[in-house]
């Protein structure tokens, strides 16, 4: 059993090649909610959706979100009638969000909900929102707070960021079956996603994080930062703000407390060899995804890297309880 | 002033062509919502958005209902996803339905979120609902009670009706301004609509019925049948089973309590002449509304009737309150 942390559109895309490398059904995502927004009252789940949709075969991998092929008539006629059209739900998209908003109008659970989906959808792979509470990740900007997909979609990241808060963390708990999945996997994958927004959220929800410093599998992360860039996005900006490198080391230092090895990529050779001497096991590969052969690669390098160090009975990292909180503000 | 009771496909062929013969300001549509349906989670007012759709030039004059050159992308994704699709709601429709259901679960009335709609989308027009509480006409069948949209969408209006109720209506209270309209208005027309299940509910409504016996202004109807048979739909059938016959004279039955003038299609010349011997006047005219300029006419037709009437200074027919409740069921 392996479980990957992930969110974002670079998680979309690494799980797009997990599900070519491995069985889905031994497959299980513990996804980000913190970009969760109410659309047109609509309940949207951003990251849920993309993983659901790759799962399915249904992603546009062209936009890297939505269903392929979709149209946006609806949202066509919602500007005709003043209403918001920055956040981009195409017409087939809004089953989905109409689906999953009735069944939470019903009383279900965000999971009760998303399995609902995954089963229509045939989705193989398990997969859970992080939380079924309420958590927000919110950016600080110089004109005020916004939520993430305001900074993100909205106003296409460009206010500069003063810091990131995940509202409602320190109330939330984990959904059923997280704690679970992080305990009984052989091997635990951090997506190249986002460390602050698309995994930050996940680590905020208290008892996650130290399931991770209990979880008996290797940890590895895929690092979503080549040389001084992110792959895209705004991680760099967001890692900064939080008061990381933007750099595999940056990446490694988010995840320090029980991170085993950091997967970056070939260009990164040099910076690994850096980091290798803090002890951690730093892995080279080809990291961008283009195709869908990348995609798949990747996942197949990882998984081979998290299988050959448990094999080579590598003594577990000492796990910190002294990590940075990045997410410890209310 | 002129006041419109509506509901329908025929109501909204009416009122599509007295848009062009008078000024839309000085319309008020008092319009059913005994049809209205939670669908996905959405609050659906057809007949609302019919009239909607008509007065803003956005009405498929092909269906008849729905926004012309719609998709219906939305409707075949929820049909994936296992959702019921009888009910056709097309992509830029949708748009309507989550703005009203927006509106109204931030706490607007149904008559507030239809003025807002009416707003954006440049109605002039008054769209009133008939009531802003909830008024739901049952369908007895042989295989039990049916929403008004179970028994016509989606079965087709195949099933034998016993009866017809109009459930919540013994509670309900007229929308802000429905009873202010039909005191003020110069003329009221009922449309060619189904005189159980279009008019049937408005009349419906605790105080409507009564606003009509003091109305001032001419009361006319025009017949949705023609002949023994309605023009389109269930009328003929929903009448039988209220007892009526199915004719102008179960037409003028239905509203005998307050109907001045009766207008028919030419075809029925000799049940006119029947019928204007019990002292209503009956108008006759061509009906079928084929064209635009068929619509047009007719509208025309119409308010030159309840003019010439009211020039001629009419006796007011003496206005029964002993009238027949086919709404007094709970």
Chains 1, 2 share one sequence.
């Not at 979609?153 to 999945?181: K, L």
Request: with cysteine; net charge negative; charged share 20%.
């Amino acid at each position: 059993m392996i479980c990957v942390l992930t969110g974002g559109t670079g998680g979309a895309k690494f799980v797009d090649g997990l599900r070519q490398a491995m069985p889905a059904e031994e497959i299980t995502l513990i996804v980000n909610t913190g970009d969760d927004l109410l659309w047109w009252g609509l309940y949207v789940s951003p990251d849920i959706d993309s993983i659901t949709y790759v799962l399915s075969g249904m992603l546009s991998r062209e936009r890297g979100w939505g269903v392929k092929g979709d149209t946006f008539l609806c949202l066509q006629a919602m500007g005709q009638l003043g209403e918001p059209t920055w956040f981009h739900t195409g017409d087939r998209d809004l089953a989905m969000h109409l689906l999953r908003s009735r069944l939470l109008a019903e009383g279900k659970t965000l999971s009760e909900a998303t399995t609902v989906v995954s089963e229509k959808l045939g989705v193989k792979a398990r997969v859970l929102p992080m939380s079924n509470s309420r958590v927000e990740t919110r950016v600080d900007t110089p004109i005020g707070e916004l939520s993430f997909e305001e900074y993100f979609v909205q106003r296409w990241y460009q206010d500069p960021v003063n810091s990131v808060r995940f509202a409602g963390a320190t109330d939330a708990e984990p959904a059923p079956g997280v704690i679970e999945a992080i305990a009984a996997a052989d091997a635990i994958l951090i997506a190249p996603s986002n460390p602050i927004t698309s995994i930050g959220p996940i680590l905020a929800v208290p008892g996650i994080r130290e399931a991770l410093h209990r979880a008996h599998g290797k940890i590895a992360a895929i690092s979503p930062i080549v040389g001084n860039a992110p792959v895209a996005g705004p991680a760099g900006i967001l890692m900064a703000a939080q008061g990381l490198p933007c750099s595999i080391a940056g990446v490694a230092q988010a995840y320090e407390d029980f991170l085993d090895i950091l997967i970056c990529d070939t260009r990164d050779a040099r910076a690994a060899e850096a980091l290798r001497k803090s002890g951690l096991r730093v892995e080279c590969t080809q990291t961008i995804m283009r195709s869908a052969e990348d995609k798949a690669t990747l996942a197949r390098e990882a998984l081979s890297f998290v299988s050959s160090a448990s094999l080579a009975g590598d003594e577990p990292r000492p796990r910190s309880t002294a990590f940075r909180r990045l997410d410890s503000q209310p």
